[in-house]
């Protein structure tokens, strides 16, 4: 069992930073391909970022590659999400994944509401 605590979300103005965080319980963190997904009001959740257990590879959906990076640090159970450059079009509930290495074994976080300000 896997548990997934976000935070860093926030009010920011377009052009600005944000860090999100997502805190894993758990001994087998490394075991696990993390993730970021976001879900703005009336529309499904979608991909953003994701990187493997040992940080080697990372991908990113077209719409944010350049603006964000995920990372992980994995002596803290903790992934990363750096947004910089936000949108208004950013503006969304974002949730951590964690994805067992070679396995459909999937745990979700409660998510962090994200708002992007003109």
């Known amino acids: 069992q896997v548990q997934l605590v976000e935070s860093g979300g926030g009010l920011v103005q377009a052009g600005g930073s944000l860090r999100l965080s997502c805190a894993a319980s758990?001994?087998?963190?490394?075991?696990?391909?993390m993730g970021w997904f976001r879900q703005a009001p009336g529309k499904e959740r979608d991909f953003v970022a994701s990187?493997?257990?040992?940080?080697?590879?990372?991908a990113y959906a077209d719409s944010v590659r350049g603006r964000f990076t995920i990372s992980r640090d994995n002596a803290k159970n903790t992934v990363y999400l750096q947004m910089n450059s936000l949108k208004p079009e950013d503006t969304a509930v974002y949730y951590c994944?964690?994805?067992?290495?070679?396995?459909?074994?999937?745990?979700w976080g409660q998510g962090t509401q994200v708002t992007v300000s003109t």
């Open positions: 994944r964690a994805l067992r290495t070679g396995s459909s074994l999937t745990y």
């Open positions: 990187i493997t257990y040992s940080g080697g590879n990372t």
């Open positions: 758990g001994r087998t963190f490394s075991s696990y391909t």
